[in-house]
C-alpha cells in the first residue's frame, strides 16, 4: 500500500442556543431570525400540532417577514419510517429547499426525529432547527442530535447524529397534550430523575397532580439533565449512553407491542425490568426498583410487561438493539439515584425478563 500524504481533518462540535420560556411560541420568528441565513424555510408538523400551533408560527414568522412552506404529515410513530421520510423528501422538494436552507420540526418527537434526520441528509445536508411540542420531545428528543427513523425490525435502525441549530421551547403549549402522551413523556422525565437529579426524582413522586402544576420547572430540570450528559459525551462514546436505561427492554417492548404501547409508556415499562435485572446483578440495592416502580405508578404509567406480549419475541427484538457491541447486548443499569453502569453486556436476554418480587 501506497500512502500520498496524509492530512488530520479538524472537525469542532457545533454548538446551538436552547431557549425555554412560557409564552415564547409567539416568539418564534424574532428567535429563529438570525438562525435563517437564506431565503427558503419549511417548517414541518403534524397535523395535530398544526390544528393547534401553526397559525402562531405563521403570524410569528410574517411578522418577522420569513417565508416559509408548510408540510404537514400525518401523526404517529408509523410516520417515522421509511415511507414517511420519503413522503418527507419529496414535499421538501416541491418547496424547493436547498442545500443550507433551514427546516423547522415543530411537534413531538416523531416529528424531531424524521425532521431532523432530513436535514442531516436532504441535499447532502440542510440546517434544522426545533419547537419541540411534547414533554418527551422538550426534555430527550428535541435536544443532543440523535435523529433517524425505524425499519419494521426494529426502532432507531436508521439514523445521524446531526444537532440542530437552535431549540425553542414552550412549556405553554403542553397543556394542549393528551394526558397519555403528557404522562409518557414524564417517563423520560423520570428516567432524567433516576440517572441524574435527586430533586427532580423527588418532583415526579409527588403524583400526577402536583407534576401537572409544576410543568416549567419538570421541563427545565428534565432539559439540564440531558444538555449535561450530551455536553460531556455528544457522540455516546461513554457516559452518554446513562441515558438509554430502561430503553433495551423499552424499545424491544414497544416493537412487539406494535406501537399500541406509547414510547414512554414503554420506557416505563423497560426501567422497572432493567431496575429488577440491576436487583439480580447486585448493581442496585434490593427494594431499588420498588422506589422507581412507585414513582411511575404514581404517574399511572405501566409498570408490567403486558401479558400478551410474546416473551420470545421481545427478546428477539432486544437482540437487535443497536447499543450492542461484539454481538452482546448492552444495557445501562442503575445503581442508585444520580448512578447508572454503562455497558453491562447480558448473555442471556431470557434473564432479563424475569420478575423477582
Ligand atoms: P409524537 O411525536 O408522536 O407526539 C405524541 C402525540 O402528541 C402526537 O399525536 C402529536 O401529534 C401530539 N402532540 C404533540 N405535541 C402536542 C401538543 N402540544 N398538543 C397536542 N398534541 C400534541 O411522540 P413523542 O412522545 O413526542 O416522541 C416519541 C418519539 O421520540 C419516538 O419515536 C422516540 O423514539 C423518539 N425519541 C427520540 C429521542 C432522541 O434523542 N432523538 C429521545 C427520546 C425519544
Known amino acids: 500500500m501506497s500512502v500520498f500524504g496524509r492530512v488530520a481533518v479538524p472537525l469542532k462540535s457545533r454548538s446551538y442556543d436552547i431557549v425555554v420560556g412560557s409564552g415564547l411560541l409567539a416568539d418564534t420568528g424574532k428567535l429563529l431570525k438570525d438562525v435563517i441565513s437564506r431565503p427558503r424555510t419549511a417548517v414541518v408538523t403534524d397535523a395535530n400540532v398544526a390544528d393547534l400551533y401553526l397559525a402562531d408560527i405563521a403570524k410569528s414568522m410574517n411578522d418577522s417577514h420569513i417565508a416559509f412552506s408548510e408540510i404537514i404529515l400525518p401523526p404517529g410513530e408509523q410516520t417515522k419510517s421509511f415511507d414517511g421520510l ?17 427546516i423547522i420540526a415543530l411537534g413531538g418527537g416523531v416529528v424531531s426525529d424524521l425532521a431532523g434526520f432530513s436535514a442531516a441528509t436532504f441535499m447532502r445536508g ?4 426545533s419547537v419541540p411540542t411534547s414533554m418527551l420531545a422538550m426534555v430527550d428528543a428535541s435536544i443532543g442530535g440523535k435523529t433517524g427513523f425505524d425499519l419494521p425490525q426494529g426502532k432507531n435502525l436508521v439514523g445521524a447524529f446531526y444537532p440542530p441549530s437552535f431549540v425553542l421551547s414552550d412549556p405553554n403549549v403542553l397543556t394542549s397534550l393528551p394526558a397519555r402522551e403528557l404522562r409518557a413523556g414524564m417517563a423520560e422525565v423520570v428516567k432524567h430523575g433516576v440517572i441524574a437529579d435527586k430533586e427532580l426524582f423527588d418532583l415526579c413522586a409527588k403524583g400526577w397532580k402536583p407534576v401537572t402544576e409544576t410543568l416549567a420547572e419538570l421541563v427545565r430540570r428534565g432539559m439540564a439533565v440531558k444538555v449535561k450528559v450530551i455536553e ?3 457522540y455516546e462514546q461513554g457516559e452518554r449512553a446513562a441515558l438509554n436505561f430502561g430503553h433495551t427492554v423499552g424499545h424491544a417492548v414497544e416493537v412487539v407491542s406494535n406501537f399500541d404501547l406509547l414510547h414512554g409508556e414503554a420506557i416505563a415499562i423497560g426501567m422497572i425490568a432493567e431496575a429488577r435485572l440491576a436487583e439480580r446483578l447486585s448493581i442496585a440495592d434490593d427494594g431499588f426498583a420498588d422506589t422507581i416502580k412507585e414513582v411511575l405508578f404514581g404517574l399511572n404509567l405501566p409498570v408490567h410487561i403486558p401479558e400478551n406480549l410474546s416473551q420470545d419475541q421481545i427478546i428477539l427484538a432486544m437482540n ?34 424475569e420478575e423477582r418480587k
Open 86 to 102: 420519503m413522503e418527507l423528501a419529496d414535499q421538501l422538494l416541491s418547496a424547493r429547499i436547498e442545500r443550507g436552507d433551514t
Open 126 to 129: 440542510c440546517k434544522w432547527a
Open 232 to 234: 460531556e459525551d455528544p
Open 320 to 353: 437487535k438493539d443497536k447499543k450492542k457491541s461484539n454481538g452482546l447486548v448492552r444495557f445501562a443499569l442503575p445503581v442508585r439515584i444520580g448512578q447508572t453502569r454503562i455497558g453491562v453486556e447480558i448473555n442471556n436476554l431470557g434473564s432479563v425478563l
